[in-house]
């Protein structure tokens, strides 16, 4: 374990088994259905993403996003747009793929965007949800583990860019932070 972390609240073992079962839910959810078209978030969900793909037996293809808070111009509602969809995603079902949903405001905003470019349907998988933090109202389809009110790193989730390269969610020592 790495030297800066408390405890670990999601094993590798845990989110490799559970991704396989998302997966599955995924592929149930869209069998009568056009297969979407994966968007993930950048940079926190690559490694979930990584993980679930493997495992879905549809025609499915991937695209990102980046997007920030909101800073000034080029915005979107509460969102700065950093890398925007390189394809068109006009009658296309969506799934978007996130690392972790905390008080939703990220997600209501990208899902809105999607609507606005054209997409028949936005559905989120989520590696995490914190549900005690939600401020705006916004249900992931697909979790993958509800955890606490904790600030967690790993499996792409960071701190100050650091820790997104460990294989389980974790929660960082208390000297970290001063
Ligand atoms: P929301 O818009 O508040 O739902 O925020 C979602 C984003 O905040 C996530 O994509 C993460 O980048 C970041 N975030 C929220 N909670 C955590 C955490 O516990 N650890 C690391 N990043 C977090």
Redesign the pocket.
Known sequence: MHTDIKKVLVSHQQIVERAQELANEIQEDYKDKKPPILVA?LK??VPFLAEIIKWIEMDVELDFMDVS?YEGTESVGDVRILKDLDRSIKEDNVLLV????????????VSKLLYNKGAADVKIVTL?D?PS???VD?KADFIGFE?PN????GFG???IEKYRNLPYVGVLKDEVYL
Do not use: A, C, N, P
């Not at 996130?98 to 905003?109: A, Y």
């Not at 904790?150 to 790193?153: G, L, Y």
């Open positions: 978030l926190g969900s808070s996130e690392d972790i949903v905390d008080t939703g405001k990220t997600l209501e905003q995490l914190k933090r939600r401020i916004v955890i904790e600030f967690v790193v989730l960071d701190y």
